[in-house]
């Protein structure tokens, strides 16, 4: 018998609330694109990825809603036929990302610092919560809402709080992109960019690497012209490849990498001395680090810097429990929040959640 979209929302709910009668943990897996995400989750694995398709899209409105089982793939390929995109460049590592995974994450790519986190582009959620209710918050429309917005607090909570079926999005125009390169050192790399930043150029994306600034301009190409030439440097051809990489970790950096750490910081944070590469991204105000310093060490360097540290890839099994400590305000909310939509814990037990 072939399965709906019906039916397989009625499983997945009749599956959380077998196993919240259990008091068994679940552990939930869209397509696997970031199962080397270190977080030690335990459960029997719920699949979800066979939950997709587009359900509603209106490019004249700009929103967008799918199912969490929805390749990203296949929502910016819709997307781009009417000129649109999802405007935080979310990773899709190896192409086969989901909508859900996306949004539980959180994890957005280069543009992020520009045109905003995948947060500012949810306007409603329709999740299964760990007691196997059907909730849905939020809309299909973009409107002002009183109280708080729910649907935004699942994005970043990698599954803790619910199962994700059906996710709104806001979408935004393509625009014309250009991208420049030059060679700077990282001080004035980052004193370049966030000069620009400030300046209200029209940037949308920055990395620097191995004394290379990469600088990604978007917008009408008669202003593109005139502030690439302001900006200098060389015009690289065909640089969607090169933006590619950078977002879903296929360059050389990232694949020589034993481990990865990910360090955000204030965007005109000093240099952070540490030995190994260091690629940086968002103006300055990401950092990722691949060495093979101890986690104490790295952790008192970027905190130093009034940032914190994550430990975003390893290829050791036991860095899966190096999980950054909460301050008690935040542990707490966490405790309330997961009591709240998961009383008994049995979905995605226990991942950071990140903001």
């Known amino acids: 018998m072939s399965t709906t979209p019906e039916s397989e929302a009625r499983f997945l709910a009749d599956a959380v609330r077998s196993a919240a009668s259990a008091r068994r943990k679940l552990r939930i897996v869209g397509s696997g694109s970031k199962q080397f995400y270190p977080a030690a989750i335990e459960g029997d694995v719920l699949r979800v990825a066979g939950y997709g398709g587009i359900v509603d899209y209106d490019p004249a409105e700009l929103v967008l809603t799918a199912r969490a089982g ?39 790519g280069p543009r992020r610092a520009y045109a905003g986190a995948v947060r500012d582009f949810v306007i409603g959620v329709q999740i299964v919560d760990g007691q196997g209710e059907h909730l849905r918050f939020g809309g299909r429309v973009i409107k002002n809402v009183a109280g708080y917005d729910v ?100 360059a050389p950096f990232f ?41 104490p060490t790295l952790r008192a360097e970027v905190e130093a810097r009034g940032g914190h540290l994550l430990l975003f890839r390893s290829s050791r099994a036991e860095s899966a429990n190096q999980r950054p400590a909460l301050s008690p305000g935040l542990a707490k909310l966490h405790v309330e929040l997961k009591r709240v939509f998961d009383p008994y814990a049995v979905l995605n037990c226990s991942p950071t959640l990140e903001t």
């Open 70 to 108: 929805t390749p990203l793939a296949e929502v910016e390929q819709v997307l781009a036929a009417q000129g649109q995109m999802l405007a935080f460049e979310p990773p899709q590592f190896g192409g086969g990302g989901t909508l859900g995974g996306c949004v539980a994450t959180g994890w957005s």
């Open 151 to 250: 649907s935004r607090l699942m994005v970043g909570a990698h599954g803790a709080l619910g199962v994700l079926l059906e996710i709104s999005l806001r979408v935004v125009p393509g625009k014309h992109e250009i991208t420049r390169q030059l060679s700077l050192d990282e001080a004035s790399a980052i004193e370049r960019v966030n000069r620009w930043a400030a300046r209200g150029l029209p940037l949308s994306g920055s990395c620097h690497h191995a004394g290379i600034l990469s600088v990604r301009l978007a917008g009408a190409p008669a202003v593109l012209d005139r502030v690439g030439k302001e900006i200098g440097g060389e015009l690289v051809h065909d640089a969607g490849q090169y933006w590619r990489s950078i977002r879903d970790q296929t």
């Open 255 to 295: 694949a020589k990498a034993r481990e990865l750490w990910r360090a955000s910081v204030p965007p005109t944070a000093q240099r952070l001395n540490l030995s190994g590469e260091q690629l940086i991204e968002w103006g300055g105000a990401l950092r990722w680090i691949a060495t093979d310093l101890d986690a």
